[in-house]
């Protein structure tokens, strides 16, 4: 359809026009006709799960959310993490001749691969924020370092990622702020939901879950160390824990074990919203 | 929550370079910093804009729609406001 055809062309184009026939699917994903190594596809799970798995519970807030603009601000989160799941799970799929979906829906608890943190509840938005903060400012950092991944998918992946992932921490920076100093529930609730989510951090900088100090020997250049990441966690986090005044809470580390397909009793649930419609319906489409 | 609710901003974004800002819709943020950034998740997701500006609704001081006569009244017979009423002198050869 070209501009002639319709009478709409100038008004579309204050709206940023899109001709949906140049929309082109592939051009969503970033990918390559070689397959990844099995060793690069467990990294690749590692990363897509968290995506996904944290995407999904960010759904949750969609009609839920406390104003229509957060619920917006939410949901675009998500999909930016969904975005990023499909092109890491396409990737690790290509090891062993599945696709995206067939790691996404047909896959059992113990076959996932993300850390604890992400399949937290959503709880009340404090303990989301407080998730998204300790998330995003995990995310940011490790995508900036995997740019310069020797492997081109990963690489890509980051690239792209490393945008949106800085929006999303800012977006929890903001909000970290004034849940802490606003109103005296609002403070009380964060201080709670610090207590209730970072625990889960800890899982975050650990090398040798799932035999991971032999994965990240063979994945020298191409992955980035978790432990790598404490440090620019730790400097991103901090200066904005001390605007809020928190402390961030140690008494405590929750085990993990998520690399290793070991859950909490979270996750079931989550996954069985997740997949209940494509196990109905295989081979569905929409 | 109705009693709090977050107070109303109208948003501006500009096109691209050169270009003015223009109005284009309205949010609910609780201050100017997050009215930005939800200004930015509505209206800049798709490739709209390189800046936003918002400003609260209330601070907007907007002409009274009952005084249509005495503001806007079509300019007939009063063509010595247009500057094509003017001939151009004969020694001005690039007006």
Redesign the interface.
């Known amino acids: 359809m070209t501009d002639t055809d319709h009478g709409l062309a100038d008004a579309d184009t204050?709206?940023?026009h899109?001709e949906l026939s140049a929309v082109v699917l592939s051009e969503e994903f970033v990918s390559t006709d070689a397959p990844a190594s099995p060793e690069v596809a467990e990294y690749a799970m590692w990363l897509g799960d968290d995506a996904l798995i944290l995407a999904q519970r960010l759904g949750g807030w969609i009609t839920r959310a406390?104003?229509?603009?957060?619920d917006?601000?939410l949901a675009?989160i998500a999909l930016d993490l969904l975005g990023h799941a499909r092109s890491l799970l396409r990737y690790a799929g290509s090891a062993t001749g599945r696709t995206e979906d067939d790691l996404a829906y047909w896959r059992d608890e113990t076959g996932f691969r993300s850390a604890h943190l992400f399949e937290q509840p959503n709880g009340d938005f404090a303990h989301t924020i407080v998730r998204q903060f300790a998330a995003a400012h995990y995310l940011h950092p490790l995508y900036e370092r995997l740019r310069a991944s020797t492997d081109p998918v990963l690489a890509g992946v980051a690239a792209k990622a490393v945008k949106e992932v800085d929006?999303h921490r800012?977006?929890a920076d903001?909000w970290m702020l004034?849940l802490a100093l606003g109103t005296d529930e609002s403070r009380r609730r964060t201080l709670r939901a610090m207590e209730d989510v970072w625990p889960y951090v800890d899982e975050l900088f650990s090398d040798d879950a799932a035999g991971g100090d032999d994965l990240f020997a063979a994945l020298d250049g191409v992955a980035v160390r978790p432990s790598s990441l404490r440090e620019p966690f730790e400097a991103e986090v901090a200066p904005v824990l001390t605007e809020a005044q928190l402390e961030p809470p140690t008494a405590f580390h929750a085990a993990g074990g998520g690399r290793l397909g070991r859950h909490s009793e979270y996750l079931a649930p989550l996954l069985a919203e997740l997949q209940v419609l494509a196990r109905q319906h295989p081979g569905a489409s929409w | 929550m109705t009693a709090e609710a977050w107070p109303l901003w109208e948003v501006f974004v500009r096109a691209s370079r050169g270009l003015s800002h223009v109005h284009v819709g309205s949010l609910h943020a609780p201050d100017e910093e997050l009215a930005v950034r939800n200004a930015r998740d509505l209206y800049t997701r798709r490739g709209e804009g390189v800046s936003i500006w918002v400003v609260r609704s209330d601070l907007i001081t907007a002409s009274d729609p009952d005084a249509k006569d005495a503001f806007f009244t079509a300019p007939e017979g009063k063509n010595f406001r247009h500057a094509t009423y003017y001939t151009a002198a004969e020694g001005v050869k690039h007006l």
């Open positions: 204050d709206h940023g899109v406390p104003e229509l603009e957060e917006v601000a675009n929006y800012d977006h903001q004034r």
